[in-house]
Nanobody
Framework: EVGLVESGGGSVQTGGSLRLSCTDS????????MGWYRQGPGKKCELISN???????YYEDSVKGRFTISRDNAKKTIYLQMRNLKPEDTAMYYC????????????????????????WGQGTQVTVDS
């Protein structure tokens, strides 16, 4: 099956940590940027981090200093290490792949998965209990 496969979500207490993984199966990984979006209950979909093929990174302000994105090109996998989690981090987290070329990241969208120029994973739930 062609797509992005995420894992690593779950439930943690405030201050806890989780690591999300996303593996590319059959999509154009080489030279592609990859990233993570999230959508919390009643909120818009927001880009929280992305990483270029050679490692350049972007972080949304609310996760700077707490989340770390990385990638293993040999494994076609990216990771999101999340530390010091807060209740407001509760959301469905989506892996995303931006194909090489003219496509650009959208900082936000009414709903994750609806931007046709981006490949999306199925999502993994992260719940942070207070």
């Amino acid at each position: 099956e062609v797509g992005l496969v995420e894992s690593g979500g779950g439930s943690v207490q405030t201050g806890g940590s989780l690591r999300l993984s996303c593996t590319d199966s059959g999509l154009p990984f080489d030279d592609a940027e990859m990233g993570w979006y999230r959508q919390g209950p009643g909120k818009k979909c927001e880009l929280i981090s992305n990483i270029g093929y050679w490692g350049s990174t972007y972080y949304e302000d609310s996760v700077k200093g707490r989340f770390t994105i990385s990638r293993d090109n040999a494994k076609k996998t990216i990771y999101l290490q999340m530390r010091n989690l807060k209740p407001e981090d509760t959301a469905m987290y989506y892996c995303a792949l931006l194909p090489p070329g003219d496509a650009t990241w959208y900082v936000s969208s009414p709903s994750c998965g609806r931007i046709s120029t981006i490949y999306w994973g199925q999502g993994t739930q992260v719940t942070v209990d207070s």
